[in-house]
Structures are given as C-alpha cells and as structure tokens.
C-alpha cells in the first residue's frame, strides 16, 4: 500500500511538472518563431516551421505525461545497445579495416533491427513502403534503362532531406548503407560508433579542401563497390546537404553526381496533417521532444529503383548538373514538392534573423 502511494505521488510530481514544462516549450519555446518577420519568412519559405497552429495540444500534453518517459528510455536504450552490439561485431577492427562479409552483414543486421526499436519509439509504428518506377516520374527516361539498372546494385543511395528521422528510416532498408555525414557524427557518443560501423564517409564542411577529399573518398569508395560490392558498403547522400520543412526541395550538391555512377532512390513523406518532424527552424531539441509527444507519426518511403544516366549522355564530370536536374525533377514531381534554388547558406542566414527575436524571449540577467 505504501509503495502504490508512494508511486503515485511521485508520478503526480512527475505529471505536474512534465505539463509545465511541455506548456513552456509550446509557448516561450516557439514563440520567435511565431513573431518573426513575414516578408523574411516567405523568403525563406523552405526552411520555415508552419504547422505550429495545427499542433494537437491535448495529444501532446498526454504524450508527455503516460509516454514521454518509456519512450525516451526506449529510444536510448536501442541506440546504446546498437552502438555495443556493432562494437562487439567488429571487435579487433578498427575504422577504415577491411570488414569480411560476416561481420559486415551482423553489423547491418543489427542496425536494422535496432533503428526499427527507435522509429518505434519515436511513435513510427510502422513505414508504409511504396515501390515505384522513374519512368511513371520522368517521361523522358528510357524504360530499357530501368531494365538494365534494375538488378544491379549501385554504390551511392539518395533520399530527401526532411528530418533527422530519415537515417533511420533508411537504416531500416534492406541496404543498411553508411553515410556522408559531418566529421563531428564520428565523435558522438553511441551514434559515432555505429556510423563507423556501417563505413560512413565523414566530412567537414567547413573546410573546402575536406570537401574536396570526401569526393575523392568517395570516389575510391565506388571503385571498391564495383570490385566488391559484397564486402563494401554503399553510402547514403542527401544531395541536398541540409533539411527543409518538407515541403520544397532545395539545390543539389554535386558530390553524389560527379561521377555519374547509377544512384539507387528512396524518397521520404511524412504524412502527419498536424505535426511535422522536420529539422527545420524549431531545432533538434524540440523537434526530438514534439516527435516523441505524438501518439503515431505516419511516414511512407518510396522504393524508386536505381536511376542510370545513360540516356542523358552525359560526357564529362562537369555535366552533373544535367545529371542532378534530372534526378531532381524526379522528386518534386514523387512527392509534389516546390522547386528551390536555396541551399545550406540560405538556411543558416535565415537562422541567424531567428536568433534576436530567440533572445528577446529569454528572462533578462537582474543587474546587481
């Protein structure tokens, strides 16, 4: 009898203060976004938080109070246990050592299953999976290219760039690829581990001649896949280098292009009419938080196949933009998204008009 009063007094405690603090997000938390300037916001359309006003409040509220705490620890207890088992699986390797088959494959084994716990978490209970042709997408790409493409593996995968979700999502595929992703991923607790784990190529985008070595890495990592695609692992891009709010599809970078290998492509729409979780202006905490405060998040991925470029006769690594276009006009018209020529530059100047209005929301320091 006193434990159940014990824990109920403390589950009180709990709920009091979760719905306090949610209440605060959804209000201080989002407020700059709500005041910013209109004109700068429409300029900045692809990388703006929309959706605020549709948010369900009561849905969240609940959330937080039965499912905030099982989920969180869900979540992380998968991503730990993930980053121990790929650990285990290539004890005696280091980053970079060749991988045999068998390790490679309880690695991607082990990622797949575990990234499914996470999206389970995170209230994705399931992806509704969709395979479709380019050719029902681009009326000028040859079916015989898709035949010819069809059964053969290709070293690069591409997605869209919505949210932080979509590594997961494509983890869970039956590619398991590694990644393009910043230098600093290497050094993350638990998430380092398992890029290193599945071969991610890291990258520091600040420096050009880093940019310049991860198409050359890049390079070599396609001549290793077409050697032995059995023992290497492919490697996802998003070409768009960084997120938007889901509803634009922003300009290509050529690092996926330049060697006008055959790409495989997987699209990513999540399907929520109220709540998006796009890594967009509202930042990786609250949208980490917004998302696992959702009773079910629903998400499809598109299968496309692998897009050959032959047909585009494409002569020389300076055609990528050609290349680019092409693959581009292939995923406005999939997931009927607006076409943008705004990039990462674009996204982080408009963070930084975000900035003042953040900082007017905060308590100012008593003068003594």
Known sequence: MIALITFVVIWAAYAIFIVRFVRKQLTKGVAHLVKEDPVVGEKYDP??????AKWNRAEMYFCAVFLLPIRLVWFVSSTALCAALVKICLIGKSYGDHVSFVRRLLVKTVCQIL???CLLALGFHWI??????????????PRGSVLKSQNRPAPIILSNHVSWVDIFIIMTTIECPGFLAKSDVAKMPLVGTIAKGLQTIF????????????VVKLKERIEKFAKDPVNTSQVLIFPEGTTTNGEYMISFKKGAFTNLTPLKLYGIRYESKRYT???DSLGLGLS????????HNPVTRYDLGVFNPDHLKLKSEDDWQAYASSVKDVYVKLLGLKSSDMGFSDKTYYYKTLVPLKKSQQPSKKQD
């Open 47 to 52: 990388f703006r938080r929309k959706d605020i």
């Open 115 to 117: 990234a499914r716990s």
């Open 128 to 141: 509704k999976t969709e395979h479709t042709e380019i050719t029902d997408h681009s009326p000028t790409y």
């Open 203 to 214: 990258v520091q985008r600040e420096s050009k001649e880093n940019r310049d070595d991860a």
């Open 277 to 279: 979780p796009a890594f």
């Open 288 to 295: 980490f938080l917004f998302t696992l405060l959702q009773l």
